[in-house]
């Protein structure tokens, strides 16, 4: 059925003729497995998928091998045996969760959230460790998704001393209510302050233990910096006892 030969009309016929292969992302046809196995006297076993043309013009995606055949004597010969498995729905299967996963990450790193994840250390369900980030975290927070998984206490560390009392309880009352947003001051690795609201999700599994956390971040700098500047202003204004004159280049306002 594969192949397209009967076992009649392959007598004869040129090993490649009859068991067709090339590679899954090119036409280029390989050597027979079968005649490799002839000359070397190995087993051989094509690395991951190749294509097989049938003689009907379909094609497989499979996986084979051939191994030698050996005995005692002069020759030590007898023929090959080769064995191979359509694996077509597999292989095509992982090809689009293999596209849909980069057309997720495209979206994911040219959002302006940063997406992150966490997940629960081995035995400690109250302790997480970083799991999975977008690139955008590397731009808000200036430490490398290496760093994210290697530096212990990497965010914590990064919050703002007086933030860092509400953070914690915040997240707390986050991890057993479900859900939590908060904004605190993260410090980032060239030595600034960057307002941050970050939006977390809990994810459980059917028994209720937390299975994963889902977090965004969003830079609130200039809008938290912009609100500082009205209120100091509106604070100079309250506090003034002389009146105050607010000119532009033109107009007496």
């Not at 005649?35 to 070397?40: D, F, G, N, S």
């Not at 970050?198 to 937390?210: Q, S, Y």
């Amino acid at each position: 059925h594969m192949t397209g030969w009967t076992a009649e009309d392959g007598i004869g016929q040129p090993i490649e003729t009859m068991f067709c292969i090339s590679g899954v992302d090119n036409d280029r046809l390989f050597s027979s497995p079968i005649r490799r196995a002839l000359e070397t006297r190995q087993l051989i076993r094509p690395h991951g998928p190749v294509l097989l043309h049938s003689r009907s013009g379909d094609s497989f995606y499979i996986e084979c091998n051939a191994a030698p055949i050996l005995e005692a004597g002069d020759d030590g010969l007898r023929g090959v045996i080769l064995t191979f498995n359509d694996v077509s729905d597999n292989y095509l299967l992982r090809e689009q969760l293999s596209r849909e996963k980069h057309y997720l990450q495209h979206i994911l790193n040219n959002s302006a959230a940063a997406i992150y994840s966490l997940i629960p250390r081995a035995g400690r369900q109250e302790v997480f460790s970083f799991h999975f980030g977008s690139d955008r975290i590397v731009e808000l927070s200036g430490f490398s998704l290496q760093d994210w998984e290697t530096i212990e206490d990497l965010w914590l560390s990064r919050i703002h001393p007086d933030d860092l009392a509400g953070v914690n309880e915040a997240t707390q009352a986050g991890l057993a209510k479900g859900r939590v947003t908060q904004a605190y001051r993260f410090l980032h690795r060239d030595g600034h302050y960057r307002w941050i609201e970050d939006h977390l999700t809990v994810l459980t599994n059917a028994d209720g233990e937390i299975d994963e956390l889902l977090g965004g971040w969003i830079d609130i700098t200039e809008t938290r910096e912009a609100e500082q500047k009205y209120q100091m202003l509106g604070a100079m204004l309250d506090q003034s006892i002389n009146e105050i004159l607010i000119i532009d280049g033109k107009t007496l306002l």
